[in-house]
């Protein structure tokens, strides 16, 4: 079966002859040998001019990092590929159209304490690291990672937030990339969570299964096995990421019955073609990851040519539906600027009322109706 291995291999070989299997396998190696600019992905791709002109004219914001292996993954030759057109950026990065801002979700306001952000009483999400194994040039946050560990020194005061307010029960971590903490300083702040009496749930939101497999060892698999209830929650982008050495972490983290939920961003050029969508949402469900939820992109500065317009994005939600159990069909939403939280859009599928019934429209547009008295 064609997986891209050899590909991969092949990639190793040429571009990093002194890294023999077990070193590229190793998370902390391609880690430390991540591409951080336009000199050092000159080396392992052709650079379109755009490409080029917008690395050189980076500075400050939101910087560039590619892990070998995510290199690997990537055209060489192609600057429409779908992954480099993920982490590259291009010049329509320095174009701000009209409603994007530096934090659309209004999360500085919802920031209780340094690191944490609490909208609802019974959850929160604290910002444990502000670094990520790639840079997503759509990033949410985009305001704040890659500044570093700095966030790392918030820690004792989120903790003390969480211990404080018994109606937290969900802890979601995330950053920047929780996993791209040491397996001991992550083990730390899942072990002060869990001892809190009223924190039910931990969810770990990441990147790095499907952008660095590598990093899901059997000793972080075990570390996660001890803190369950614990939900993985893993950005997924293209159907090219779920490769055999992301489905093998997969499978750890499945078979140590950990819950795995998929979160994309509807990616114009990207994930945007039915059948792309599909088989990205296919092939998370194959590897045991619940789609859950499918982001119309957040306007961030710089983002437009991210955005599919959200009635196209209902089309396409609706199209591909159609033909996928409900299992792999996430929730289409909107992250609402300002702070009003995650609004499902989708298809009007209640299309009136009858006396004593509801008429409905299903994803072919035939209608039904349902018994509903008053
Ligand atoms: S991995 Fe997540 S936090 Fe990091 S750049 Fe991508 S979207 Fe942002």
Redesign the pocket.
């Known amino acids: 079966m064609f997986d891209g291995s050899d590909e991969r291999e092949r990639f190793r070989r040429v571009f990093y002859p002194e890294a023999d299997a077990a070193r590229w396998s190793d998370w902390r190696w391609q880690v430390r040998h991540r591409l951080r600019d336009g000199h050092a992905l000159a080396r392992v791709l052709n650079l379109s001019e755009t490409e080029r002109v917008a690395l050189a004219r980076r500075a400050g914001g939101l910087p560039v990092a590619v892990t070998p292996y995510y290199a690997s993954l990537m055209h060489p030759d192609d600057p429409r590929d779908p992954l480099r057109r993920t982490v590259i950026p291009v010049d329509d990065e320095d174009r701000l159209a009209p409603g994007e801002r530096p934090d659309p979700l209004d999360e500085r306001r919802d920031t209780v304490v340094p690191g944490v952000i609490q909208r609802h009483p019974d959850r929160v999400v604290i910002l444990a690291t502000g670094v990520?194994a790639?840079?997503?040039r759509y990033?949410?946050?985009s305001r704040l990672?890659g500044g570093g560990e700095r966030l790392t020194g918030h820690w004792e005061a989120a903790i003390a937030h969480v211990a404080s307010d018994s109606r937290i029960r969900d802890v979601l971590i995330s950053?920047?990339?929780p996993l791209m903490l040491s397996t001991r300083r992550l083990g730390e702040l899942l072990t002060r969570l869990r001892a809190i009496p009223h924190v039910e749930l931990l969810r770990i939101g990441s990147?790095m299964p499907l952008v660095l497999p590598m990093r899901i060892t059997r000793k972080l698999v075990a570390l996660l096995r001890r803190h369950q209830p614990l939900v993985v929650s893993i950005?997924a982008t293209h159907p090219a990421e779920l490769t055999a050495e992301a489905a093998r972490g997969l499978a750890r983290l499945a078979d140590a019955g950990i819950l795995l939920a998929g979160q994309t961003v509807l990616l114009a050029g990207i994930n945007d073609a039915p059948e792309t969508l599909r088989s990205l949402l296919r092939g998370l469900l194959r590897h045991r990851v619940r789609p859950y939820y499918l982001y119309q992109c957040d306007p961030i500065p710089g983002s437009a040519h991210f955005r599919v317009p959200v009635e196209e994005g209902i089309a396409l939600v609706e199209r591909v539906g159609r033909d996928l159990s409900g299992l792999a069909v996430p929730r289409y939403v909107i992250d609402a600027p300002g702070g009003g939280g995650k609004i499902p859009i989708g298809p009007v599928t209640m299309v009136g009322r009858e006396p004593g019934h509801l008429v409905l429209r299903n994803a072919h547009g035939q209608i039904y109706r349902y018994p509903d008295p008053p």
């Open positions: 990520c790639t840079y997503c990033c949410t946050r990672v950053g920047g990339d990147r950005h």
